[in-house]
């Protein structure tokens, strides 16, 4: 029963999938972390319904494409693009740290949030436009959505901290931190294992992004704002995922 309050938890926060009333307590989110992954995988499936539908309907590309865009947001609520346009207010204020932290905690979105969201979706459409859509392609795009949350759900307990209390806090003071982590990197290695798996070219791409995007998250949160935080286990989710999907598409172009 913990598990599945757990993972109601985490469709609960991370979804606006509807979900059974669960108690905000920290034994109901001990494991939530651990079940992220599945609203990839639901995104995933929600994806492949899209494709099949636009198959059948001879649904052109551009609606194609905004489909394979908006179906993400419209299932996560926007939840992690919130940190996406959050962090990269803060990141482009050119700030210190401190003032950084703060504009980071500031309800009101500014004007480089603004436009950093309409240059990320546009850039996701005119990805997606030049998506080839195939068995290994739309397996590569289920994955993911996974990956990205496992991930994201690693650096989360991971990663060091900033002093501000949030989210994140929340999150890593409720969870079994030992046994998420295990879960999550066991998660990960599958994630890795059918990628290759799938597509060796394809899969070992997403994979180079996305270490490339963990060194960066890494190194960018200690220097920039002192420390992981929920706004930007938000803005990492969402740059993982294009830059996998931006790798999808050129090794379809190299092909």
Known sequence: M?????????????????????VWRDENMRYMLCAFPLIGMVIGLCLLAWTWICSITGIGILLRAVGLTLIP???????????????????????????KREILKDP??????????CAYLLLYAALCSQLIIDRNAILSLILMHTLSRVVSGLTIL??????AKGLLSTFRQASDKRAASVILSILFVLCAACLIYTDWMTGS????????????????????LGGMSGDLAGYFLQTAEISMLAMIVVIQLIR
């Not at 009101?108 to 969201?117: D, E, K, S, W």
């Not at 991971?158 to 002093?163: E, S, Y």
């Not at 791409?205 to 920039?224: D, G």
């Open 73 to 99: 947001v419209a299932v996560t609520g926007g939840f992690h693009l919130d940190g996406f346009m959050d962090t990269s207010d803060a990141l482009a204020s050119n700030a210190p740290p401190e003032r």
């Open 158 to 163: 991971i990663f060091p901290a900033n002093a």
């Open 205 to 224: 791409a997403m994979l180079a992004a996305v270490l490339f995007c963990i060194v960066y998250l890494f190194f960018m949160s200690k220097k920039q």
């Open 2 to 22: 913990r598990i599945l309050r757990s993972i109601s938890m985490a469709f609960s926060i991370f979804s606006r999938i509807p979900m059974p009333k669960i």
């Open 108 to 117: 009101h979105t500014g004007a480089f949030g603004v436009m950093g969201l």
